[in-house]
């Protein structure tokens, strides 16, 4: 079941792999996330030290935190992926000019994943394109109700 979504990141990238990453998360973020007060809009992903690291997810802490934890809504949060997916990535983000982006955030067996895309950037008339064929598509599946509805 997924919890947050980063439409932007289909929008503005061509998403080559997907990688599935546990996040290091404290209790009341996991609060947080629950409730629904995450986004990953303006996210990505940094490679440090051979490990990868969510920056820029805001989550909003509930009222009800702790009054002994200091919440910080976009603190840097460590992901944790194989040792060899992070040496392949690590490869492809630094050789072919890849980048890595936050694509989705889910549960899978009561644990909150973050869905990981290597992505390469569109330019302006690739997204231009793809909003052409989108529309035309539509416009497709439209016409075709249409035609079934009238017969």
């Known amino acids: ?8 990141a289909f ?15 404290e209790g009341w973020e996991v609060k947080a996330i629950r409730a629904g ?14 490990e990868l690291f969510l920056i820029g997810s805001h989550i ?3 009222a009800t935190a702790s009054t002994h934890v200091n919440p910080d809504p ?8 194989h040792a060899s997916q992070i040496r392949e990535l690590i490869g492809k983000v630094e050789r072919a000019g890849y980048t890595l982006i ?13 869905e990981i895309g290597l992505a390469r950037g569109k330019k302006q008339y690739d ?4 909003e052409k064929r989108k529309e035309w598509e539509r416009d497709k599946q439209r016409l075709l ?6 017969d």
């Open 60 to 62: 909003s802490p509930l």
């Open 74 to 81: 976009v603190k840097t949060r460590k992901l944790l992926l």
């Open 102 to 114: 936050p694509l989705d955030m889910h549960y899978k067996s009561g644990r909150i994943k973050l």
């Open 11 to 25: 929008h503005d990238y061509f998403i080559e792999e997907k990688y599935e990453a546990g996040i290091v998360l």
């Open 37 to 50: 007060r995450a986004q990953l809009k303006e996210a990505y992903i940094l490679i440090r030290k051979g």
């Open 1 to 8: 079941m997924s919890i947050v979504q980063n439409k932007k």
């Open 145 to 150: 109700r249409i035609r079934r509805s009238s």
């Open 127 to 130: 997204k231009r394109e793809t």
